[in-house]
Structures are given as C-alpha cells and as structure tokens.
C-alpha cells in the first residue's frame, strides 16, 4: 500500500514542533506530527521565555492563556557566595519595546498542555501519539517516515513533502541528516530542584543567580506555589545524594528559612549536564532540525526553549510560500543561514553568564566583587541585559541591508500599541508589511494590497517612528515573521520588493513532488 502524502510531517511534539504545526496551520499548511509519548511530559523543564518570544506566543492565539499560567520576573540579581547582591537589572514587569514583560516565568508542562489544547482549532493539524519514529528517507521528492505505534506495535509509513526534526537533543532525524554537533567547550552538572509550597518565601521576584565557584547556584519562583533552584554539583555528588528533604534542606536553606518540612512538597529533583552545542548542518534536502535537534543551549539565560521557537517562527512562513508556490526552494536555504549564527551568539552568550557565576576559585570571587557593582554603570550594559532585544539575523536573500549600515534589518520592530488598541504584531499577522513615516501613493498601497501584504504609515513621536529615524530611514519593509527583510529612505522600493505572500493561498500543485 503506498503510503499517503502530507504536505509537512514534524517528528516530536514538544514547544518547537508544536509551535511550528500551529503555525503551519495558520498559513493554510497541513501537517502531521508525530510523537513518541502519549502526552505531555509530566516533568518541569524549561521556565523562562522572553519578550521576543512571548510575541511568537500571541501570534499562536494563546497569550491570554499563557498569562494565566506565567508571572513577570523583575530583572535578574547578581549575589556573592553569602547571597549579598553584586549587582542588580531590573526590568519593567509591564514590558516595553516588545508589548509583553521581557522576562516571562512559567511550568513547560502547563505551557504544552495549552499548546496541544490549541491545536483543536486547526484541522490542518493532525497529532499521532504513542508513533515512535524507526526510519526517515528521503525518496522521489518527498521523505517517507516509517513509525510503530507503541499500542499496537504495528509499523506505518507516511510522506511528507519537508520533515521536521523537533525531537531532542537525541534527534533521529538529525541521525539521518547527519551532522556532527560540535562542542562549544562548556559541560557542567547541575542539580534542577522544584519544589511547591503555599509558604510566601519572601524574596525579591526576580531571578537570583549566585555567583560561586564552590556552589554556584540559580533561585526563581516561577509560579503562585512553585520554586526553582539550581546547583551546581560537585564532583562526586549525584541528584540520588539529595532525594531526601533532610540532605536538600542544607542547599535550599537560605531561601526557606524555618518553613516547616511539611510545607514543602519536592515536585522534582534531577541531575543534568548543561552542554553547548551546535549542529554544523540543519538541512539536508527535505529534511530540517529545529530545537534541541539543532542547538544545546545552557540555561544561565532562559533561551533554550526559546531558540527553538525562534526556528519554527523563521522556517514555516518560507515553508508555506515555497509549498503555495510563492517563493523559491532557494529561500529555504536562509533558515540555517539568518538562526544558526543567531543561535550562536545565544549560546556564546550564555556560556559566558556560566562561566562568570562558576569560575576563577578565590580570585574570581574578588573580581566579581570589585567589577560586578560597576556593571549597572557601564553605558549601554543595562539596556542590552534588560531590553529583551537579541541580536539580528544574520544577512541573507531575506535580510537585506548594506555592508556599513545593518540598521533594523534582522531585528523586530517595537511591538507599538496602535490608536485602534490593536499593537504592530497583531496588524501585521503573518503577512508582509510596510511600515513607513511617509504617504506612499495609490499605486505603492494597492501593490502591498495585491500581494497580500498590509501597510502601516506610523505618527511621528510614537516608538516605532523614532526606530525608523534612529536607522535614518523613512520605511522598512517587515517578513511575516517580524523581522525587518530591508529598510530605506525609498520607501516605493520597498513596496517592490515584497514578493507575493497571502496566508488564504492554496497550495500549488505544479510543486508536489511526490
């Protein structure tokens, strides 16, 4: 029997491949994901997300849930090995240049159970549980998955048009594309604590990070009962040494006080190896990684998970537009080349959090106790800790600026609320839009109109009309996913190049291969 054909079929169904289906969806794209487990992983993992991806988050039509389970983190504090503030960010808990806060704290399992709720809204979305993946080829212009089901140990096949590897740090997907992760040179163990309690611990509500090299720690409270904590281990020691509250209670101490044993419920404890890594390949063909597939990220500044939804937001609108027949395969060729280097800089940065809070024995701690005051001083350094803005994409056929001047091409726009209540991120939708300081004429607005794009011509004195003049432009053209494909004084050469890009299209049969 020969097997059917899906447009995309996504293997895992954790934060990236779920993002990216619904996505997928909201552009027209039937998919398929297949996922190994019967349903969401019980267990506490990621805990933070920031305001970049907190926008990716309502584009998925699921803030207000997401804001029902998550709380704002009031910066980040830098603490000495006696738990003295070194130095201390704080962050407006309202948000700013993105809409949202900049640092979001939250359970992953409540997340993904919103996540798979929302994909009831999608018929384009089917999601088979319980479908381990055994086999991925690629043959005659499509792949074929080959999977068990784990009830009734039948084996299935499908064809996709594109596979998705979203499933872990130990991808099979990645084992069929084939390439090598390279080591970015950090390895640590770490002991990950939750713990649940009605007890008010009484802290500052931001993130706590203990700067030690003996006992390095992390400290959050990440929801109305719940509390993360972080250690590093040493060597010799194992998460089976702290399984019992009476070995624990040494190492969380200093937070809980007296608070009664009884009053502290151990939700989990376990040991893991913060690792940086990066693939040297993300696609081979139809196939592409996503996620952990992709990168290891230390968790020293929450953007693990992150990364992942980044991947999704970049891949599927060029996915979409190349299955409509819209764009060209070639643009397929910009997602390993605007993410990886921006997941890069997002691991190098972390790694170097990592090292700060962990290294340099005695001598490291005076340092740290002489520089770490100052840093809030340094010009510039609060902003980029607590801005919520990464770094841009890298340059590439869709990331358009020159050699001297990037400007905003790469980076997203402020998310500004706009005079109808709506903000910038909710205008733009999924489509390509001009933003513009300047009327264009008839011509220019029905192009953008014609190709299914929007126009927003901003007031002066508003955020994202300053944004425009700091890159001494007067227009810049934005991709479906928010970041700025170019920007120019021109803005009728703008409107030009936005190619033909409308979310209602149907898929252009001259394009299956299959």
């Known amino acids: 029997m020969t097997a059917r054909t899906i447009p995309v079929v996504l293997v895992g ?17 039937e998919s398929l994901i297949l996922e190994r487990w019967e349903g969401v992983y019980p267990q506490p993992r990621a805990v933070h997300l920031d305001g970049e991806i907190r926008r990716i988050v309502d584009r998925l039509g699921i803030g207000a849930e997401f804001d029902a389970i998550s709380r704002p983190a009031l910066g980040l504090r830098l603490l000495d090995p006696d738990r003295r503030v070194l130095a201390q960010f704080d962050r407006d808990p309202a948000g700013d240049r993105n809409g949202h806060p900049e640092a979001n704290l939250f359970d992953q399992p409540e997340l ?30 499509c792949v074929r998955v080959d999977f068990t089901d784990r009830v009734t140990g039948r084996t299935e096949s499908v064809r996709g048009r594109y596979l998705l590897g979203c499933d872990g740090a130990n991808s099979l997907v990645r084992g069929a594309i084939g390439p090598r992760m390279r080591d970015l040179r950090f390895e640590q163990r770490w002991l990950v604590v939750d713990i649940a309690t009605t007890a008010d611990l009484g802290h500052w509500e931001g993130v706590h990070q ?3 090299p003996t006992r390095a720690a992390t400290y959050m409270r990440i929801g109305k009962t719940r509390y993360r904590w972080e250690f590093r281990l040493r060597p010799g020691e194992a998460a089976a040494d702290f399984r019992e509250m009476s070995r624990l209670r040494p190492l969380i101490a200093p937070w809980v006080g007296s608070v009664a044993p009884e009053r502290l419920e151990l939700v989990r404890i376990a040991e ?32 693990g998970m992150g990364a992942g939804l980044r991947d999704a937001a970049n891949l599927t ?20 080349t605007e993410r990886k280097p921006h ?24 340092l740290r106790g002489l520089i770490a005051p100052r840093l809030p001083r340094v010009p510039g350094l609060t902003r980029m800790i607590t801005s919520g803005e990464s770094p841009p994409l890298c340059r590439s056929d869709l990331v358009v600026a020159p050699l001297l001047r990037r400007g905003p091409a790469g980076r997203l726009p402020p998310n500004d609320l706009l005079p109808d209540g709506r903000r910038v991120d909710d205008l733009i939708a999924g489509r390509f839009a001009i933003i ?8 220019d607005e029905q192009r953008i109109e014609q190709r299914g794009g929007v126009v927003l011509r901003v007031a002066p004195r508003t955020a994202l009309h300053r944004w425009l003049r700091r890159g001494r432009a007067s ?24 190619p033909r890009f409308a979310p209602g299209n149907a898929l252009d049969p001259q394009r299956d291969g299959c």
């Open 317 to 336: 609108w060029k996915l979409a537009g190349v299955l409509r027949g819209e764009l060209p395969d070639s643009v397929l060729d910009t997602y390993e």
């Open 272 to 303: 893991y190896t913060f690792r940086a890594q990066l693939a040297d390949r993300w696609r081979a063909g139809r196939m592409f990684l996503l996620g952990d597939a992709a990168h290891l990220t230390p968790p020293f500044i929450g953007q």
């Open 210 to 212: 203990v700067c030690d």
């Open 13 to 29: 169904a954790g934060p990236s491949g779920l993002t990216a289906a619904t996505l997928l969806a909201q552009y027209g794209i």
């Open 475 to 498: 227009a810049a053209l934005v991709r479906p996913d928010g970041a700025v494909h170019s920007w120019g004084a021109n803005a009728s050469a703008l409107c030009a190049a936005a």
């Open 343 to 366: 997941a890069r800089a997002m691991i190098r940065l972390a790694k170097l959090i990592g090292m700060t809070m962990t290294e340099g024995g005695e001598l490291g701690n005076r």
């Open 436 to 443: 513009t300081t300047v009327y264009l004429s008839r011509a």
């Open 112 to 141: 993904e159970a919103i996540l798979r709720a929302n994909l009831r809204r999608y018929p384009e979305v089917s999601l088979r549980s319980n479908a381990e993946v055994v086999a991925v080829v690629e043959e005659s212009g």
